[in-house]
């Protein structure tokens, strides 16, 4: 990994990790993708940021910033990326 990689902790079955990805897939942003029911370190990583809770996803930008489950509004503002058309 690198500076510059996104680290996203999520898990397969939830729909917010799901459509997350798939802003991030088709904006062709590099990111680590870290599945928190079958790695322990990312899990407790999560708990320990949500006050306990394994909220994902919990997205941690290269600036050291966080979002958790964000809106698609939200990590399209993070990624400065235009918004698209309805």
Known sequence: M????I???GVTWCGDCR???KILQQNEIPFTYLNIDQDDVAEQFVLKTN???RS???IVFPDGTILVEPTNAQLI?????????P
Not at 2 to 5: K, M, P, R
């Open 56 to 58: 994902v996803p919990t």
């Open 77 to 85: 503002q993070k990624l400065r990326l235009a918004e698209p058309s």
């Open 51 to 53: 006050r306990g809770m």
């Open 19 to 21: 459509r997350s990805i």
């Open 7 to 9: 680290l996203f902790y």
């Open 2 to 5: 690198t500076d510059d990689f």
